[in-house]
């Protein structure tokens, strides 16, 4: 069983930043899956926003360029979102996906953390 849960959402003004995680637990080689998170707003369809490959190479959608990091840590079985200087249209449910791409193939979500950007 592998479990991936999502902390670190919550309310923030525009400007302002958060760092979500994402820790995996259960039968999981971390280091062998591409990680990635996706949003998705009220009305809207599930968007990818970042992804870091197995190998440590990172991309973004274009929306979020400059403005957010995504990381890893394998030993911690971590991955991480950096958002700085937030925007409303930020606001959305973040969720966290662990996607093997290689061998026997594995995907598996998060139950997702919601980040609201408002004054």
């Known amino acids: 069983q592998v479990q991936l849960v999502e902390s670190g959402g919550g309310w923030v003004q525009p400007g302002g930043s958060l760092r979500l995680s994402c820790a995996a637990s259960?039968?999981?080689?971390?280091?062998?899956?591409?990680m990635c998170w996706y949003r998705q707003a009220p009305g809207k369809q599930r968007e990818l926003v970042a992804t870091?490959?197995?190998?440590?190479?990172?991309d973004y959608v274009d929306s979020v360029k400059g403005r957010f990091t995504i990381s890893r840590d394998n030993v911690k079985r971590t991955a991480y979102l950096q958002m700085n200087n937030l925007k409303p249209e930020d606001t959305a449910v973040y969720y966290c996906?662990?996607?093997?791409?290689?061998?026997?193939?594995?995907?598996?979500w998060g139950q997702g953390t919601q980040v609201t950007v408002s004054s």
């Open positions: 996906n662990a996607d093997k791409r290689i061998g026997v193939l594995r995907n598996y």
């Open positions: 259960g039968n999981i080689i971390f280091r062998l899956y591409t």
């Open positions: 870091i490959a197995s190998g440590d190479g990172t």
